[in-house]
């Protein structure tokens, strides 16, 4: 059964930072991409970032560039998003998502942790 449990969300001030943690379990996470996706309150998902198996590819939505990092530890099977320079828009609920090509949202997630981005 796949798992993905996510983490290390919460408030935090316009210009501060988070990092974010997602635990996987129930597939061979060393061989997939994967992606961290994001919710608005009455938004749409959105795409955020990608990661190759490998690491050796990265990509991110124009809206975090410069800003957010994906990354991953495929020997703890963990995959992370690290949030810097954060504005009151990047307040969401974020999701770690099992597959999919750049850009796309769709297929497995956790349950999701909260940003809040508030003064």
Do not use: H
């Not at 996706?37 to 050796?56: H, K």
């Not at 750049?102 to 956790?110: A, C, D, I, K, Y």
């Amino acid at each position: 059964e796949v798992q993905l449990v996510e983490s290390g969300g919460g408030l935090v001030q316009p210009g501060g930072s988070l990092r974010l943690a997602c635990a996987a379990s129930g597939f061979a996470f060393s061989v997939v991409a994967m992606n961290w996706v994001r919710q608005a309150p009455g938004q749409e998902l959105e795409w955020v970032a990608y990661i190759t198996a490998s690491s050796s590819g990265t990509a991110y939505a124009d809206s975090v560039k410069g800003r957010f990092t994906i990354s991953r530890d495929n020997a703890k099977n963990t995959l992370y998003l690290e949030l810097n320079a954060l504005k009151t828009e990047d307040t969401a609920m974020y999701y770690c998502q099992l597959g999919g090509l750049p850009g796309t949202v769709g297929g497995s997630r956790g349950q999701g942790t909260q940003v809040t981005v508030s003064s």
